[in-house]
């Protein structure tokens, strides 16, 4: 989990403001997730990517976008149309090889909305 | 898609007792069943994991066991100490390339002294 970075550490978003959270792994991994967390609920799935310049949506992804220009980054960009962005925020990785592997979290981002 | 639901949402036990927190899942073809303890404010952290062609793991006093039958697992903990206390989460997943994981709700652990 060392390998997985995620930045800033807390956020803030005024209302109707787009704001992205960076993600960055050094392990040479294909695949990378993001999920989200609420209080006192478990994560769930917003977006996906398996290789660069492909990704898919997950359980919850209206009002997210995301990119993969680059192996290693998979910036999450938390919309206006996203109407209750308050949450922690959570970046995973894996080698995207089809085998049952584990799962490490980047360190979170916690968005609040001012 | 894929269901997790997790039991019971708090549990509070005396230390040096057991602790038994169940999930159950929807989707016969998960095939991966990995376990998360999460302290407050920090990330989830992987304390187990099982595979389907597995029906229990054990590593110290922790221990997983999978019923694929019945589409249930469980994560038991063997003499409970105070850093015990956490959120734990289950979750499963089918493994085609990407490995999306579904989550179950958390179980609130507290262990009383």
């Known amino acids: 989990d060392g390998g997985i970075t995620q930045s800033p550490k807390y956020l803030f978003r005024k209302e109707g403001q787009n704001v992205t959270l960076s993600c960055e792994q050094n392990?040479?991994?294909?695949?990378m997730y993001w999920y989200r967390q609420d209080p006192g609920q478990g994560l769930r799935l917003i977006y996906y990517s398996q290789i660069v310049n492909d990704f898919q949506k997950g359980d919850i992804a209206e009002g997210y976008s995301v990119s993969r220009e680059k192996k290693e980054s998979f910036p999450l960009t938390v919309t206006s149309a996203q109407k209750n962005p308050t949450a922690f925020y959570l970046c995973?990785?894996?080698?995207?090889?089809?085998?049952?592997?584990?799962?490490?979290f980047g360190p979170g981002t916690r968005l609040l909305v001012l | 898609g894929e269901n997790v639901e997790q039991h019971p949402s708090t549990l509070s036990v005396q230390e040096g007792d057991s602790a038994v927190i169940k999930c159950t899942y929807s989707d016969s073809a998960s095939n991966y069943f990995p376990w998360y303890k999460q302290e407050l404010g920090k990330r989830p952290q992987l304390i187990i994991d099982?595979?389907?062609?597995?029906g229990e793991k054990k590593d110290q006093r922790i221990a997983v066991t999978l019923n694929k039958t019945a589409k249930h697992f469980s994560l038991h903990i063997t003499e409970t100490q105070p850093e015990d206390s956490a959120v734990y989460f289950c979750?499963?997943?089918?493994?085609?390339?990407?490995?999306?994981?579904?989550f179950g709700q958390g179980t609130r652990l507290t262990i009383n002294p």
């Open positions: 979750a499963a997943s089918i493994s085609w390339g990407a490995q999306k994981l579904v």
């Open positions: 995973a990785s894996t080698t995207g090889g089809g085998v049952q592997e584990t799962q490490y």
């Open positions: 392990l040479n991994h294909d695949a």
């Open positions: 099982i595979r389907s062609n597995v």
